[in-house]
Antibody
Framework: QVQLQESGPGLVKPSETLSLTCTVSGGSISSDSSYWSWIRQPAGKGLEWIGRIYTSGGTFYKTSLKSRLTMSIDTSKNQLSLKLSSVIAADTAVYYC?????????????WGRGSLVTVSS | QSALTQPASVSGSPGQSITISCTGT?????????VSWYQQHPGKAPKLLIYEVFSRPSGVSNRFSGSKSGNTASLTISGLQADDESDYYCSSYASSGTFFGGGTKLTVL
């Protein structure tokens, strides 16, 4: 059974770059789905889709974050990565990686437990 | 493009049925049959309940059902149980990305 685990620093200073890794276990990142997404959730608030990356390496980002966002995939390590530059307090959230469901459009059937990132000096 | 609109809260008694609405636009829900619903218990990751408007992943109870009419999608939970008390989110595909609703808190009275 595929499992996802996010990891990275829990505290990032304003204007710096937030970096997270999502490790896929129990399956292959390149064959268990055609795309993977990052989704975040500020404390007490709703979910916000950030972007998706295809196993081919192609990406599609949320328009408002596009200029600050970089997603990548490392099939040899079975990992995804997320980098968000020039962070501000509003980027404080729990960040989830999620698998795009096979044979379905835009549905996320496996989620990581989430990684809390706080932006503060 | 904005988040989809959901009621902030709904409630129902055990055994009853409730429906949560999710309103979008002709650019998302109205254009595509790619609406999903998620259940999220406090402190936990979301769980997929419904995909592509009305399909259920393996293992999800048939008490959960989805539908769509025009720009509005709906999630119906029948035979309410105490464990259904949770937050529920809809999402929709759009050409500009994926959009979530603001979430609905379901209280089981």
């Amino acid at each position: 059974q595929v499992q996802l685990q996010e990891s990275g620093p829990g505290l990032v200073k304003p204007s710096e770059t937030l970096s997270l890794t999502c490790t896929v276990s129990g399956g292959s990142i390149s064959s268990d789905s055609s795309y993977w997404s990052w989704i975040r959730q500020p404390a007490g608030k709703g979910l916000e889709w950030i972007g998706r990356i295809y196993t081919s390496g192609g990406t599609f980002y949320k328009t408002s974050l596009k200029s600050r966002l970089t997603m990548s995939i490392d099939t040899s390590k079975n990992q995804l990565s997320l980098k968000l530059s020039s962070v501000i307090a509003a980027d404080t959230a729990v960040y989830y990686c999620a698998r795009g469901m096979v044979h379905a459009i835009d549905a996320f059937d496996v989620w990581g437990r989430g990684s809390l990132v706080t932006v503060s000096s | 493009q904005s988040a989809l609109t959901q009621p902030a809260s709904v409630s129902g008694s055990p055994g009853q049925s409730i429906t949560i609405s999710c309103t979008g636009t002709s650019s998302d829900i109205g254009r595509y049959n790619y609406v999903s619903w998620y259940q999220q218990h406090p402190g936990k990751a979301p769980k997929l309940l419904i995909y592509e408007v009305f399909s259920r992943p393996s293992g999800v109870s048939n008490r959960f059902s989805g539908s769509k009419s025009g720009n509005t999608a709906s999630l119906t939970i029948s035979g309410l149980q105490a464990d259904d008390e949770s937050d529920y989110y809809c999402s929709s595909y759009a050409s500009s990305g994926t959009f979530f609703g603001g979430g609905t808190k379901l209280t089981v009275l």
